[in-house]
């Protein structure tokens, strides 16, 4: 079975544009997390769907945004792009049931946005 | 906040030296501790994981035990190999439904084994 795809794998950009990534996670995940990783730092929570609403949001500021589709693949979305915005951006999706199971995420290769 | 410090690397052993990176956290309730493992130009692994204090996590020779005691969660690898080569993160994930509250990283640690 395929794991979680992103794409693209890299990408550059300007200050001040848009950038749209994208993530498809393993088949009969529903939810999706979005993770941005600095250098030399580790992954900080950004989103999470599932079943298409928003269940959880970082300490990011509005510029951020996501949305999850009907068949559970996501969309991250950042607007009016900084310098500092220059990162590993990884997606992780999850199985997510209703118990208190632990339900392991299992990550993508991620997309490296680097911000001129 | 909750929060996860790791020892700072970069780490270097020479092949079957034994390994050991510190991690401890900070949580409000009880959390599940994870051990992630990058290698490079891929995603994290989850590499092993305790979800209660006492439990060990093992996986691939290396162990981790969950000390509620002193909130660590070290691992350790008897004798490590060249493709133990990675960046390994320790992480937390926090709340009554653990499985979907969103995982607290550490800044990493990255180890190199020499030959």
């Known amino acids: 079975d395929a794991g979680v795809t992103q794409s693209p794998t890299h990408l550059i950009k300007t200050r001040g544009q848009h950038v749209t990534l994208r993530c498809s996670p393993i088949s009969g995940h529903k939810s999706v997390s979005w993770y941005q990783q600095v250098l030399g730092q580790g992954p900080q929570f950004i989103f999470q769907?599932?079943?298409?609403?928003?269940?959880g949001r970082g300490n990011f500021p509005d510029r951020f945004s996501a949305r999850q589709f009907p068949n559970y693949s996501s969309e991250l979305n950042v607007n009016a792009l900084l310098l500092g915005d220059s990162a590993l951006y990884l997606c992780?999706?999850?199985?997510?049931?209703?118990?208190?199971?632990?339900?392991?995420?299992?990550f993508g290769p991620g997309t490296r946005l680097t911000v001129l | 906040g909750d929060s996860v410090t790791q020892m700072e690397g970069p780490v270097t052993l020479s092949e079957e030296a034994f390994l050991t990176i510190n991690c401890t956290y900070t949580a409000t309730g009880y959390p599940s501790l994870f051990w992630y493992v990058q290698y490079p130009g891929e995603g994290l692994q989850l590499l092993l994981k305790?979800?209660?204090?006492?439990d060990k996590g093992s996986n691939k020779g290396f162990e981790a035990t969950y000390r509620k005691e002193t909130t660590s969660f070290h691992l350790e690898k008897g004798s490590v190999q060249v493709s133990d080569s990675a960046v390994y993160f320790c992480?937390?994930?926090?709340?009554?439904?653990?499985?979907?509250?969103?995982?607290?990283f550490g800044k990493g640690t990255r180890l190199s084994v020499i030959a």
């Open positions: 305790a979800t209660k204090a006492d």
């Open positions: 992480a937390l994930s926090d709340g009554v439904n653990s499985g979907n509250t969103p995982l607290v």
């Open positions: 769907y599932y079943e298409k609403e928003e269940r």
């Open positions: 992780a999706s999850s199985f997510r049931d209703r118990g208190f199971s632990y339900n392991e995420q299992f």
